[in-house]
């Protein structure tokens, strides 16, 4: 009875120690390197619990990469948005994968704490172009 509830783990080589969030909502949480910033973020990667993560790797690696580029863009929108006490000090906090291989379609979020309060920004993402902000606290 108890093997209903066990939850599926796996070891990825880019995003780490991984649990399966089960079949309804087939996505894996985990926390990878963020290598524009050097930092630990945490990934919510959509993918059934025996998917290969060839797509996400890739689209994964492809937004690393082209980080530099597209950050710039990505900030300002949330700046726009932010409260006046957290428009500096932004970092990645987290961010969705979506099996896609294909960027410039992909929906996709990113998010941003604020490291002078307690808010958190997260960015709709289509490709690379932010759509909106959202603003918890």
């Given at each position: 009875?108890?093997?209903?509830?066990?939850?599926?783990?796996?070891?990825?080589p880019?995003?780490?120690?991984?649990l399966?969030?089960?079949?309804?909502?087939?996505?894996?949480?985990?926390k990878?390197h963020?290598?524009?910033?050097?930092?630990?973020?945490?990934?919510?990667?959509?993918?059934?619990?025996?998917?290969?993560?060839?797509?996400q790797?890739?689209?994964y690696?492809?937004?690393?990469?082209?980080?530099?580029?597209?950050?710039?863009?990505?900030?300002?929108?949330?700046?726009?948005?932010?409260?006046?006490?957290?428009?500096?000090?932004?970092?990645v906090?987290?961010?969705?994968?979506?099996?896609?291989?294909?960027?410039?379609d992909?929906?996709?979020?990113?998010s941003?704490?604020?490291?002078?309060?307690?808010?958190?920004?997260?960015?709709?993402?289509?490709?690379?172009n932010?759509?909106?902000?959202?603003?918890?606290?």
């Amino acid at each position: 009875m108890f093997d209903l509830f066990k939850r599926v783990r796996r070891d990825d080589p880019v995003f780490g120690s991984m649990l399966y969030m089960g079949d309804k909502l087939e996505y894996w949480e985990g926390k990878a390197h963020f290598s524009p910033t050097g930092t630990e973020i945490e990934v919510f990667v959509s993918g059934t619990s025996d998917d290969s993560m060839s797509q996400q790797h890739g689209f994964y690696e492809t937004v690393c990469l082209r980080w530099s580029e597209w950050s710039p863009q990505i900030t300002a929108k949330v700046r726009l948005e932010a409260q006046p006490d957290s428009r500096e000090g932004l970092e990645v906090s987290s961010m969705s994968i979506p099996k896609s291989g294909f960027i410039a379609d992909a929906e996709w979020e990113v998010s941003f704490s604020a490291q002078s309060s307690a808010y958190v920004y997260t960015v709709q993402m289509k490709g690379a172009n932010p759509e909106s902000v959202a603003c918890d606290r």
